[in-house]
């Protein structure tokens, strides 16, 4: 018995030699790498807190697009598209990382920034649209574009969808009416000149066949491309303005001075006055050479599309 003990005792020794051998090989590997090894720890931790950050800014940008979206009375289409007076403001169409105009800052509304991505500055060549954006433009001379933005359904509600032949049959206590339930904050000077116009467009349309062929006449039917590089050189008037305007004060137009024709042309389209930085400069400017039959019919489906699709507040 005294010599089985003998011989296991050695074979113990030997297992717990080896054992000490490895712990001491591994702790001089620990030794030399803690760098790495916070590196890993540090990339995981940075990692988990920067998906947590994300998901917390994300929570926070949808839940104040939510509110923006219920402030400015927005609803939502399918594919989780806002729509909005007829203006995609989507997300995705509002957070693009694309150089606007100058006058487009972080702090305009997502109505505002929609109308400057979408329709300023786009060729129109229907006649009820192009009525809509004269209407709106003599508007301006007492509001601004983010209230007209707005109040642009109330216009649309008040103003029978700016169907030139509805406005020009406005009565006398319908103006009247107008006035008094006046949730466009406009003078009675401009309702009238809106309902007057509205019957002198009807002539112009018997004249020229089309309001947008009189319009789009005073341009030789193609867009003026202009290459502004700063706001302040964009001028508050052209000479193709004031000859616009000195013929429809000819024909009996109100409110129709060169300045708000000015604002008329460049919201449609007749002048491209985006700067030559903002991305839909070149988008604008691509229209000048196209087929304007083309565009024509595009504006007809667009303005359908509004009617059929979109109803007023």
């Known amino acids: 018995m005294m010599s089985v003990a003998v011989k296991l005792k050695p074979s113990v020794e030997s297992r717990r030699k080896t054992e000490d051998t490895k712990k001491s090989h591994q702790k001089k590997k620990l030794a030399q790498s803690p760098n790495s090894i916070l590196r890993s720890n540090a990339s995981v931790d940075s990692l988990c807190s920067t998906d947590s950050s994300n998901n917390s800014i994300s929570a926070m940008k949808l839940a104040n697009l939510k509110w923006r979206m219920k402030q400015n009375g927005l609803k939502a289409a399918k594919g989780s598209v806002a729509v909005s007076n007829g203006v995609d403001i989507s997300p995705q169409s509002l957070s693009q990382p694309v150089k606007r105009c100058d006058w487009i800052t972080t702090y305009s509304g997502p109505l505002y920034a929609a109308f400057h991505d979408k329709e300023w500055g786009v060729p129109v060549h229907d006649d009820k649209k192009l009525f809509e954006f004269f209407v709106l433009s003599v508007a301006l001379a007492e509001l601004t574009w983010p209230t007209i933005l707005n109040k642009r359904n109330i216009f649309r509600k008040l103003f029978k969808t700016f169907d030139p032949v509805a406005i020009a049959k406005f009565t006398e206590p319908k103006i009247l009416t107008l006035k ?4 466009l904050s406009l003078s009675e000077l401009k ?9 002198l467009i009807l002539k112009i349309q018997e004249e020229f ?7 789009w006449g005073f341009v030789n039917h193609k867009p003026i491309q202009n290459g502004y590089r700063y ?5 508050v008037k052209t000479p193709k303005a004031e000859a616009m305007s000195k013929d429809l004060m000819r024909r009996g137009f109100r409110c129709v001075g060169p ?3 000015y604002s008329f042309m460049q919201v449609a389209g007749i002048v491209n006055n985006h700067l030559v930085s903002c ?11 196209s087929d304007f039959s083309h565009k024509i019919r595009e ?10 699709c979109l109803s007023p507040d």
């Open 279 to 289: 991305f839909r400069y070149k988008e604008c400017s691509s229209y000048a050479n």
């Open 259 to 261: 300045t708000v024709i």
């Open 180 to 183: 008094s339930n006046n949730s």
């Open 191 to 199: 309702f009238r000149a809106i309902v007057e116009n509205a019957k």
């Open 209 to 215: 066949g089309s309001f947008n062929d009189y319009c």
């Open 231 to 235: 706001v302040r050189q964009i001028p």
């Open 299 to 308: 504006s007809e489906l667009l303005s359908n599309f509004e009617e059929t």
